[in-house]
C-alpha cells in the first residue's frame, strides 16, 4: 500500500495577473494525498486554499489566473496536461467539490432533483429514468425527502441546501472529494449533521478527501492528516496528531493560541498580531517574519526550506526559536 | 397561477383609467372648440351651438370623461375624426396589425441579435468580439432612428435597389422600417444581457456546473442564461413601448400607414380625436405587453413564482 | 477574483485620497469617456461662441447658390435654400444642446422632487406617487411628447416641456430608490434623533447621496432628450423652419435624399456624435462612480 497516492502536487505556482498587480495566490506547493485519507487545509481566508483546490478541479478562469508551474499528479496522471473535454469527464465523476456556500451553489432557477440528475446523466448513465432513481436515492441518503426534489433551491433551509450540495458532490461516487469550508456558512447543530454525512458517505465509498477549513475542531473531527497553509505556502504538514501535539511552526502556534481552552483556569487568548500580507507585495524570506513573534535576521533574508523533523510531519522554518 | 393573472389583469384597470384621463385632460385643455373645427370658418353662431350640445360638449369636465371612457368601454366608440367624420376607430381597425406587425418583427430582431451579441460579449469579455459588438451597441443606441431610417433607405433601396423605398404590403417593404425601429433596443438588450451575463457568470452555482463536469456551451446556455434572463426580460418589456413609439417616427419616415403615421397626420391636420385613439391604443398595447412580460418572468424566477403562489 | 487584492488596494487608496478625487481618478482612465468629454467641451464652445465660428448666416437665403456639394466655399454644402449647412449645424448644437439640457433639468428637478418625498415619508404619499407614475410610464415617452404638444401647440418651449415631463417618472424612480436605501442608515437616524427638520433631512443628507445616480442618468438622459426632440421636429411637431436645428434639417433633406444625401448627412452625424459623446462620458461616470458595476 506504500505509495498509493491519489493526488500529488508538485511545485504549484498560481498567480492572477491584472492589469495593476500581480498577485502570487499558491507559492510553489507540494503535498500528496494518499488514498482514503483526507487532508486537512487549514489557514486564514485569502491564504490561497480555494485557489489551490480549483486549481485541481482546472476550474481557475484563465485569464485573469495563471498556472505558472508545477503538477498536479491526479492517479497517476497530470491533470494540467490533460484537455479540457477529459477534464470534463473528471470533474464531478472522479473529482468532486462542494462549494463554500450552499446558498449560492445551487441553480436557483432549476428544480434539485434536475441538479443532481444533471451529473449522473453526464458520466454514469444516458438512461433519463434510471438518472432520476438514483438522484432520488442519492437524496435520501442525504436524508432529505424525495418527494421535495421537484422544489427549487429557495425553498430549503441552509443545512438542507449543502446536503444537496452533497448529494450532487457524491452522486458519482468520486475517487476524491473537495470540501471547501462546507459548514462555515451553516448553524453549529447543522454543521455536526453535515459533518457526519460526509463522513459516512466517504467511509462507505473509500473517498479521499481534501477539506478546507479554518476551524481547527473540524479538523480534530474530520482529518488523518493536516497541511496548514500561509501566503499561499504550506508552512507545516503532519499527522493530525502531530500537528495538535506536537506542532512546530510559529503560525500554527498562533492559530491553536487564537482557540479558547477552557481546561487552563488562565484562559487568555493570544491573536496573532498584524494581518495576512498582500500577496502583490508579499515580504522577503519567511513570509510569516513580521507578524512572528521569534522572528530573527535570518528570517527575513532567506526562505527557509521545508524539512522534515520526525516522520511525514514537515515544518517550514528555521526553528531558531528552539534551539 | 390562475389567480396572479386575474389579479394582474384588474391591477391594470386602474392604470388604464389614469392613461385615459391624461390623454382626455389633454385634449380637453387643447386650444380651440371642436365644433367650431368641425364646422369651418364659416359656421354660424348657431349651428356651433347645436353641434356642441350634439356632442355633449356643454357638461361639465368630468361627465364628459366618464361618457368617453363608457363609449370606449361598451361601443368601441372613440368619437370621429374631425376630418373626415368617420368613427376614429375604422381607422384604427385598418391601421393597428401594420404596427403591430412593425413592433413584433423588430422585437424579435432586437431580442435574437441582442442576445447573441450580448452572450458572446460576455463571455469573451474584452476580445476583439466584445469590444467591437460593444462599440457597435454604443453607435446603435446613439443614432436616431429616423436618420437610420433615411440611412437604410439610401442604401439598400435607392443606390441598390433592393428593398422598396415606401409602402407596406409584402416582407420586403418590413425588412428596413423593422431593422430602423429594432437597432436602439437591440443595443440596450445587447448591453444589458452582456452585463447580466457577466454578474451570473460569476456566481457559484455557475462553477458548480463545471464542476459537474458539463460542458461549456451548456454551463452557459443552461446555468448562466437562464439566470441572467430575469433582468433581460424585464428590460425587454419595456423596450417594447419604446419600438411602438419608435414605430410613430418610422412609419412616416417609410410612409407606412399605421398608428403612427395616423398620428402624426391628424397632429397636423388637428384631429384631436385620432390622436387621442392612437396614444389609448398604444397605451394599451404597452400594458397588455407588460402583462405579459410579468407572467414570463414569473415563469422564469421559480422565486416570484411561489412568492405568487404563497400569496394567492 | 482575488478580493483580497481589491479590498487591499482600495484600503491604501482611501486613506490617500479624497472621495472626488478617487471618481476623478477612476473617471480619467477610461479613454473613452475623456474622448466624450473633450467632444461635448468643443460642442458647448461651438453653441456658445456660434455667431464667431459660423462662416454664414444660418438663415439667409441664397438663391444663386442652391444645393451645392460641399466645396472649399461651403464645407458642408448648402440646401435647397442656399443656406450654409455648416453654418446651420453650429447654430443646430446651441437649439439642441439647450433643448437637452433645458428638458432634463425640468425631469431631474420636477423627477427629484417628486421622488424624493415620495421615498422619504412613504405610506400612502408614496403609493399614490407611484401609481401615478405607473400611468405615465405606460405611455411611451413619444406619445406622451406628441400628445403634449398636440395639447399645447407645436414650438420649441412646448417641445422642452413636452420631452421634460416624459422623463420625470424615470428620476422620480431612481430618487426615491436611493431614498429608499439609504433612509434608514445610521447618519439619518442620528439626524432625526438629533430632531432636524423633514425638509432639513431631505435637502442637506438625503439628496447629496443620491446624486450620483442621478448625475449618470441625467448624462446619458441628455442624449436621449437631443433625439427625442430631433425626432419631434422631423415629424414637423417640433422647432419649425427656419430655426436651425439637426432634426428639421433631416426632414428638410428627406425628399432631396436621393441626390443630396449630403444634406440629411451631416445634421444626422451631428445628432450621432453628440450623443454618442454623452453617453460615452454617461458610461464613464457610471463606472467611475460605482466601480463595482464595472467588470
Redesign the interface.
Known sequence: MKNDYILEIEDLTVKYITEDSIVSAVNNMSLKLERGNTLGFVGETGAGKTTTAKSIMRLLPEPPTKIESGKIIFNGENILEKSIKHMQSIRGNKISMIFQDPMTALNPVIPIIDQIAEVILLHQTKDRKAAYKRAEEMLEIVEIKKERGEEYPHQFSGGMKQRVVIAIALACTPDLLIADEPTTALDVTIQAQVLKLMHDIKESNNTSMIMITHDLGIVAEACDNVAVIYAGSIVEYGTKEDIFNSHAHPYTEGLFNCIPDLSKTESELIPIKGIMPDPSDLPTGCKFHPRCPYAVDRCSKEEPESKEISDGHMVKCFLEHRK | MLKYIIRRIIMMI???L??T???FT??Y???GDPAQTILGENATEETIAELREEMGLDRPFIIQYFDYVWKIVTKGDFGRSYTNQQPVINALIDRFPNTIILAVSSAAIAVILGLILGVVSAVK?YSIFDNFSMTLA??G???????QG??L??LFS?KLGWFPVSGFTTWKHLILPALTVGTSSCAIIARMTR?SM?EVV????V??????????YIVII??AL??AM?PIITAVGLQF??M???S??TE??FSIPGIGKL??DS??ARD?PS??A??LL??LS??VV?LLVDLLYAA????MK?NIEGKA | MSAVNNTATTRVQYKKRSQTKEIWRRFRKNKSSIIGMIIIAILIICAIFAENIAPYDPVKQDYAHTLEHPSKEHIFGTDEFGRDIFSRIIFGARTSLSVGLISVSISCIVGGVIGAISGYFGGRIDTFIMRCMDVFLAIPSILFNISIIAALGPGIVNMMIAVGVSNIPRYCRIMRASVLQIKNQEFIEAAKAGGALDFFIITFHVVPNSLAPIIVQATLNVGSAIIACAGLSFIGVGISPPTPEWGAMLSNGRDLLRNYSYITAFPGLAIMITVLSLNLMGDGLRDAFDPKLKR
Not at chain 2, 141 to 147: D, E, I, R, T
Not at chain 2, 202 to 205: G, I, M, S
Not at chain 2, 207 to 216: I, L, M, P, T, Y
Not at chain 2, 300 to 303: A, C, G, N, Y
Open positions: 386602474p392604470v388604464m389614469g392613461v384621463f391624461v390623454v389633454m385634449l385643455i387643447t386650444p469579455q454604443l453607435i443606441l446613439s443614432m436616431p432612428n429616423f436618420w433615411l440611412l433607405m439610401l435607392l452585463s457577466l460569476r456566481q457559484d452555482y462553477d458548480s456546473a463545471r464542476a459537474k463536469g458539463q460542458k461549456e443552461k446555468h437562464r439566470n430575469i413601448g419604446a411602438l413609439g419608435g410613430v417616427i412616416s419616415v398620428m402624426v397632429i397636423k384631436y390622436v387621442q392612437g396614444v398604444i397605451a404597452f400594458c407588460n422564469t424566477d421559480p422565486r411561489s
